[in-house]
């Protein structure tokens, strides 16, 4: 392990010109599959964002469209999780990941088609695997509802795309391997061995162990897919756009080999106090508290290359969106190192605190640096830049505003929630007078997304005709006055 | 270059070992538990619903009960579920593994929007309070934001005498003249399944409560 510090290019021995024209080539070998990707995941968003409407509706109006059974709580709710992950999340990492690789890599990426087709085959599976929840046939682990025909097709989608990212990765023409490459080599390995081994174990087993191994695959998806691909393309991103190396190359590998050790241990904090052994959750809820590590680490890291340049948040759509995005994923660390504890979990167990930490990690964090990612990315692919800043900015501050609140209203309904049902003498019904007023100020946040979401699928389907603005300079917020180069 | 077998033999053998640790181990440890058996009495713990119930646990399943019901018990450490007496009345405890042999899938749950259902079956044993319940839940429960599931019963014309199992509706909720709500089979199965939660068996490994530890129930009537 080196400790020296770099930015992701920073092994370039060839001279500028040349360098650039090579890196042209390489972003134009993965245009298709990397547009193809993004264009499903948003599809699939803008699905996530109406059944995340419905659902949150559903939570204090549930005459609501009573009469269509798809439509009620229990199948809505899966239905947006799942949307939201395997729909919108999965391909948006894919096609980041794609991208980062063939540049990171300094290679061109060989047989797009086979990954287009992997696409297909991953969007397949996913349509198949809403309507089955949709019309009932589903299985009752979170994130593992789809049935058995939808999961194969995504396995065989996923593991496509991770051969690919090795071959491209085999033929790597660069020396030195960034931290990005070693969180996508994580993801493209993770990810197959997490939703292959949980699929096969959940079908042949039964009774509480097989909640455990939903409980692991839930929390490897989240810790170990999710945080890889998001921290990864985080570590490329700000360097890129600051135009300065990451602060600490050493605290990068050791947050790294941390959270490779840790992440997967954690998941049996979902099983605190129930039929498992004890054993089980008191080793996640030790895992849980080592997060420390990778936390601090990760942190101190991002706070120390923005030093000095926060001002960038300003200008710079790719780096507003992806700060918020990393300084998320800390929250979301210290808030399961908080509620792993066996006096706090008493109370936010079983409560919308536990939805609110999901939307933690999947929205406020992978979300937001995948809209980052994209505000980076898009424009290399397409050959022109945004349209409208004002468009962006209104992208920004609908999903952080939006989403802050409903993260909010859940994390305070949930412990209202959790406080409620520890007074054995409130009634059922009283308890939900207790959390309901958070569930309306929830979907008011859910109306705020709707708009940002609808704006950005503009933006993006202009920018997908090329209906941007010429190539040249970056579309910022404001002009920046001095310093800051790529943005 | 040299850098590769260290990242992926690091990012294998990290992970490995979770999987191992926390997916294989607990299959070995409680994978195989049997069923108490006490030849004595002829008491056997627990038993292996089938029929009705069975049809009734796919039916809990398709329409997402798990979304806000968890069934799992746990202890005064843990929060108010004795309390509450979600651990029932006559062997007030927590649940353990050995409780879920027979459950494929196991619905244990992760959200109580809810009670906790483990014993609804002994604490609410009035099927037509199910029916109507599931049929309205704000009729029975005012404030409820329980969804109603009226598609799993069916408007019939009263031919001759009123089905026994017509549901006992009034005022709004209820149908027009000549008409009576019954359940459909999937109700009916649902149902059965509900009643058949019932997990009142004493369990060495889930340290005996005195029968009488339980508050005075505060769940609805």
């Known amino acids: 392990m080196t400790t020296q510090t770099e930015t992701p290019s920073s092994s370039a021995v060839t001279s500028i010109e040349v360098e650039a024209v090579d890196r042209a080539l390489i972003d134009a070998s993965t245009r298709a599959p990397v547009m193809f990707f993004y264009t499903t995941a948003l599809t699939w968003l803008f699905a996530a964002t109406v059944f995340g409407v419905i659902a949150s509706l559903k939570m204090h109006a549930p005459e609501f469209l009573g009469g269509w059974p798809a439509l009620t709580y229990g199948r809505i709710w899966p239905a947006f999780t799942n949307t939201l992950v395997y729909g919108w999340g999965c391909p948006a990492a894919i096609g980041t990941s794609i991208w980062l690789m063939a540049r990171l890599c300094r290679v061109a990426l060989r047989s797009p088609a086979a990954l287009i087709i992997g696409g297909i085959f991953w969007n397949i599976g996913v349509t198949v695997g809403v309507i089955s929840i949709l019309s009932g046939n589903m299985r009752p682990f979170e994130l593992l509802e789809f049935p058995r025909s939808a999961a194969i097709l995504l396995f065989i989608a996923y593991s496509l795309v991770s051969v690919w990212g090795l071959i491209m990765f085999n033929k790597r023409r660069s020396g030195h391997i960034y931290i990005t490459t070693w969180y996508l080599l994580g993801a493209f390995f993770w990810f197959p061995w997490l939703y292959g081994a949980a699929n096969v174990m959940i079908g042949h087993t039964h009774g509480a162990a097989q909640a455990g191994i939903a409980a692991w695959y839930m929390q490897g998806l989240l810790g170990l897919f999710f945080t890889s691909v998001g921290l990864g393309a985080v570590y490329y991103l700000i360097p890129k756009v600051l135009g300065r190396p990451i602060h600490s190359y050493y605290l990068a590998s050791l947050g790294f080999w941390t959270q490779a050790l840790f992440a997967g241990w954690t998941g049996m904090t979902r099983l605190t106090g129930g039929p498992v052994p004890a054993w089980m959750p008191t080793v996640s809820i030790a895992a849980t508290i080592m997060m420390l590590i990778p936390l601090v680490t990760v942190t101190v890291n991002h706070v120390l290359t923005m030093y000095g340049r926060y001002d960038m948040v300003y200008y710079s759509p790719t780096i507003r969106f992806t700060i918020f995005g990393a300084f998320a994923w800390s929250l979301s660390i210290f808030a399961a190192i908080i509620t792993s504890l066996r006096s706090v979990d008493r109370l936010t167990h079983f409560t919308q605190f536990s939805a609110g930490q999901f939307q933690l990690i999947v929205y406020a964090f992978f979300t937001m640096v995948m809209f980052g990612s994209m505000y980076y990315i898009v424009p290399r692919l397409v050959g022109c830049e945004w349209l409208s800043a004002t468009f962006i900015r209104v992208h920004f501050w609908g999903a952080a505003y939006g989403m802050g609140l409903v993260i909010l209203m859940l994390f305070i309904g949930g412990a209202a929630q959790g406080d409620a049902w520890l007074d054995p003498q409130l009634s059922p019904a009283l308890v939900i007078g207790y959390f309901q007023p958070y569930m309306i100020a929830r979907t008011i946040g859910w109306l705020l997304i709707v708009l940002a979401h609808l704006i950005f699928f503009l933006h993006f389907l202009a920018m997908l005709f090329r209906l941007g603005q010429p190539s040249g300079e970056p579309t910022l917020f404001a002009a920046i006055e001095e310093g800051g180069d790529h943005v | ?221």
């Open chain 2, 1 to 221: 270059m040299k850098q590769f077998p260290v990242i992926f033999g690091g990012v294998f053998a990290t992970f490995a070992l979770s999987f191992i640790g926390l997916a294989m181990v607990p299959q070995l440890q409680i994978g195989n538990l049997q069923p108490f058996v006490d030849e004595d009495a002829g008491d056997i713990y627990p038993i292996n619903a089938g029929g009705q119930a069975a049809q009734g646990r796919k039916v809990y399943i398709a329409e997402g009960c798990v979304a806000c019901h968890s069934q799992q018990v746990r202890d005064e450490q843990m929060g108010a579920d004795l309390a509450r007496g979600w651990g029932d009345y006559k062997f007030p405890r927590r649940t353990v593994a050995r409780d879920y042999i027979y459950d494929q899938p196991v619905l244990l749950g992760s959200m109580r929007t809810g009670p906790d259902l483990t014993n609804i079956g002994s604490r609410q044993s009035n099927p037509m309070w199910h029916y109507l319940h599931l049929y309205s839940p704000r009729y029975v429960t005012p404030g409820s934001i329980m969804p109603p599931f009226r598609f799993l019963f069916e408007k019939r014309k009263i031919t001759g005498q009123r089905p026994d199992d017509a549901l006992d509706l009034t005022g709004v909720e209820a149908p027009e003249a000549g008409y009576a709500i019954v359940p459909k089979p999937e109700a009916k199965a649902l149902v059965a399944y509900l009643l058949s939660l019932d997990h009142s068996h004493a369990l060495k490994e889930a340290g005996e409560a005195e029968p009488a530890a339980a508050a005075q129930p505060a769940t609805s009537k």
